[in-house]
């Protein structure tokens, strides 16, 4: 079965420290890779995607993410952390292919805690 | 900018009632899908359309049926609700091809069966 697993139900970092959130997935082929952050009372909103090509993908607000294809990772990094990041984040993936419809399979997400 | 809208925002029901929730886009989308969260769960497909005319189940439909109405509607009803049914809906947007785009996602539905 394809699933995607996010090792850390919350990670915690001071504001100003580097801050790293963890994503592995089990999926065939090349998938398409995602993260997403969600504050609370609200909608996910999209942050950063891989579809191909340079392995470390930079997106909003500051974030970037590395693949890792050996490893089937897709980590997210941010090299110094805000308060204003505190917030529940979700790595997806969709699988490549003429069927693709778009749909999304989701980790079940990372709190990040950044404290002052 | 409304994006993907989303109504009711809050809904109490007891079981066995019924209710639809409603999901409307204005991105030009072709693509809609209704997701469920639960804690420690993350988000969990129920149906989706990837195009107009056209609906196909996700990971968890039993319980729930979908209706997309035209490009821009969503609907999904809950016909007889239950309390596993209880959860905060998502309903999200995309336009899907060969470059595939980021899912748009509304705000959410917090329903509550007793």
């Known amino acids: 079965a394809q699933s995607v697993a996010q090792p850390e139900d919350q990670v915690n970092v001071a504001e100003g420290n580097p801050l790293t959130v963890k994503c592995t997935y089990s999926?065939?082929?090349?998938?398409?890779l995602f993260w997403y952050v969600q504050y609370p009372n609200r909608g996910l909103q999209f942050l950063l995607k891989?579809?191909?090509?340079?392995?470390l993908v930079k997106g909003s607000y500051g974030f970037e993410a590395e693949f890792n294809k050996s490893q089937t990772s897709f980590h997210l990094k941010k090299p110094s952390a805000l308060v204003s990041d505190s917030a529940l984040y979700f790595c997806?993936?969709?699988?490549?292919?003429?069927?693709?419809?778009?749909?999304?399979?989701f980790g079940q997400g990372t709190t990040l805690q950044v404290k002052p | 900018n409304a994006g993907v809208t989303q109504t009711p925002k809050f809904q109490v029901l007891k079981t066995g009632q019924s209710m639809t929730l409603q999901c409307a886009q204005d991105?030009?989308?072709?693509?809609m899908y209704w997701y469920r969260q639960d804690p420690g769960m993350g988000l969990r497909l129920i149906y989706y359309?990837?195009?107009?005319?056209?609906?196909d189940k996700g990971e968890v439909p039993n319980g729930y049926n979908v209706s997309r109405l035209n490009k821009r509607e969503f609907s999904l009803r809950l016909e007889s609700a239950a309390p596993s049914q209880t959860s905060v809906y998502f309903c999200?947007?995309?336009?899907?091809?060969?470059?595939?785009?980021?899912?748009?996602f509304g705000d959410g539905t917090r329903l509550s069966i007793l």
């Open positions: 999926v065939s082929g090349n998938p398409y």
């Open positions: 991105m030009n989308h072709n693509s």
């Open positions: 891989y579809i191909t090509g340079d392995n």
């Open positions: 359309s990837a195009s107009e005319g056209t609906t």
């Open positions: 999200a947007s995309s336009a899907t091809g060969q470059s595939l785009q980021p899912q748009h």
């Open positions: 997806a993936v969709t699988p490549r292919g003429s069927s693709n419809t778009g749909k999304l399979i």
